[in-house]
């Protein structure tokens, strides 16, 4: 072996393994740190991961007890509203057989002096023969006496002959006191006088019942829901016809009613008036129907009045298949009211904001809305539903809910307030709500219907034919309005037109809505 080699080896075989050496070291070193660090973040990550679960199964169970609350309390007050609203119908049926037990009783006494009267005159027509028969028998007796002969004078016409001394020598024997025929006469008098008296004692008690027990309704009237709404369909069509006419021709002759609660001109125009004049003029088809309209004192002539008036036969053809699909229900007229809005957003009308423009009529039975039909005169339709029924448009289409996800979430108000109920709603149901200003309570409503809008709120006075036709269909979707106390609005006739209490709707679950609004309805002077 050279020295060279040695060198090379000696060389060679201390560095070779040192490198290795220290490779593998920093290797070790290296992975564990990694490893520990790893382990680290994966311990990190899973307590965090487990205490995410918990806190969102914890929330969840909140959440869901919390909403099992609500639809609890939900379902408890729907319970208690039925039950007050079985309590009130008790009371209606109860007071309703005792006007009819009344009534019964009136027919009943008609029936008994009708056939006693009958029963008298037959008495009376018995009585007044044998008077004459006896007349005659007299005459005959006297006669015979007179000339001592048993047959009786006769004329060559073959009628009896009697003198005229001969008769009055009859008279005196029967007028006669000592005559006995002349007591049996006063008898028959006599009881002539107390059957006369008998009569009068009946017609005094019949007129006390009908005009002090019986009321107005007497003689009570049926009618059918079926009829009553398709008129009213018929009329708000005829009515809006001629609105939009107007409208064409721009003669609305604008003129001022008054302020609204407000303090804006409320404002009249000439499609008001001839509006209401037609409709009111379908629904006289009904005699003695009460009827509540927004124009009272309607200054139209009849002849002015035709230029708008539509064929009432053309307009019935195009509804009539759909109205034919509506329930039938017996309905005491007495009962029945008719709310009219000849006109609805007649503000938005004058500027031309057509979109807001709706006619609308509201058939009532008690304190309840039973039917509502709000027409759109610039669009050509009308939307009906009956409570317990449901809801149709003039397409034939039936209408349901939208459901809640896809409903868009607005509030809708009135224009002329809108800023003040914009921070009321915020409060009430979150700052990211978004506030819709708009024209009419019809319109308003049909926004509800159509899900566009979630809830409608109005917190001034407004009249209830602004609202009972759109009350009426909400209850027929499952939804109704409210007023700011969290009642039902009452449309009776003993109820007041004004409603002062403003007003909550929506088509789902109105009282939950309400809840939200109620704690800053009694911190807010609205």
């Not at 660090?37 to 995410?52: C, Q, V």
């Not at 009859?170 to 006469?185: D, G």
């Not at 039936?398 to 009321?424: M, N």
Request: with cysteine; aromatic share 8%.
């Amino acid at each position: 072996m050279t020295s060279a080699d040695s060198e090379s080896r000696t060389s060679k075989g201390p560095t070779v393994p040192t490198e290795k050496i220290s490779k593998i070291t920093q290797g070790k070193r290296k992975s564990g740190r990694v490893w520990k660090e790893s382990k680290k973040k994966n311990d990190l990550n899973h307590k965090m991961k487990t205490l995410k679960s918990s806190w969102q199964k914890k929330m969840g169970k909140k959440a869901k007890e919390q909403q099992t609350k609500l639809l609890q309390q939900e379902i408890r007050d729907n319970r208690e509203k039925e039950k007050q609203e079985k309590i009130e119908r008790r009371k209606e049926q109860e007071q309703r057989r005792l006007e009819n037990e009344r009534k019964s009783e009136v027919v009943q006494v008609i029936k008994n002096v009708s056939k006693l009267k009958k029963t008298k005159k037959r008495q009376l027509r018995k009585l007044e023969k044998r008077d004459r028969d006896h007349f005659d028998l007299s005459l005959y007796s006297l006669q015979s006496t007179a000339t001592g002969s048993g047959s009786v004078p006769r004329s060559q016409s073959g009628f009896l002959s009697v003198s005229p001394a001969l008769v009055f020598e009859s008279w005196n024997s029967l007028i006669n006191p000592e005559n006995p025929s002349r007591s049996a006469m006063q008898v028959r008098l006599q009881a002539k006088n107390t059957f006369t008296l008998l009569m009068v004692i009946g017609f005094i008690y019949l007129a006390y019942l009908i005009f002090f027990q019986a009321g107005d309704g007497f003689p009570e009237i049926d009618i059918n829901l079926r009829d009553i709404a398709s008129y009213a369909v018929l009329a708000v069509e005829m009515g809006g016809s001629a609105v939009k006419k107007i409208h064409e021709e721009s003669g609305l002759h604008i003129s001022k009613k008054g302020l609204t609660d407000e303090g804006k001109d409320e404002l009249l125009t000439k499609a008001d008036l001839i509006s209401n004049y037609l409709i009111l003029d379908v629904l006289q088809r009904f005699p003695k129907l009460k009827i509540v309209s927004e124009e009272k004192d309607s200054k139209v002539t009849e002849q002015e009045a035709n230029r708008y008036r539509d064929d009432q036969y053309s307009i019935w053809l195009s509804v009539k298949d759909i109205l034919d699909k509506m329930p039938e229900r017996r309905l005491q007229l007495s009962d029945v009211q008719v709310y009219v809005d000849p006109l609805d957003a007649t503000q938005e009308y004058t500027e031309n904001l057509t979109q807001y423009v709706t006619v609308m009529t509201c058939v009532t039975h008690g304190d309840e809305p039973i039917f509502g039909a709000i027409y759109r005169p610039f669009f050509d339709e009308t939307i009906f539903g009956i409570n317990g029924w449901g809801v149709m448009s003039s397409s034939g289409s039936k209408l349901t809910p939208v459901d809640l996800d896809k409903t868009i979430k607005t509030v809708v108000v009135s224009r002329s307030h809108a800023g003040k109920v914009e921070s009321f709603a915020k409060n009430a149901f979150g700052q990211e709500t978004k506030v819709e200003p708009a024209g009419g309570s019809g319109y308003k409503t049909l926004r509800l219907v159509n899900g566009t809008a979630e809830v409608y709120v109005h917190t001034t006075a407004i009249k209830k034919w602004d609202t009972c036709a759109g009350d009426a269909i909400l209850r027929a979707m499952g939804g109704s309005m409210l007023d700011l106390e969290g009642n039902p609005l009452k449309y009776g006739q003993n109820e007041p037109v004004l409603n002062q209490k403003g007003l909550l709707a929506s088509v789902r679950t109105p009282y939950t809505y309400f809840k939200e609004v109620q704690p800053f309805v009694k911190d807010s002077k609205l």
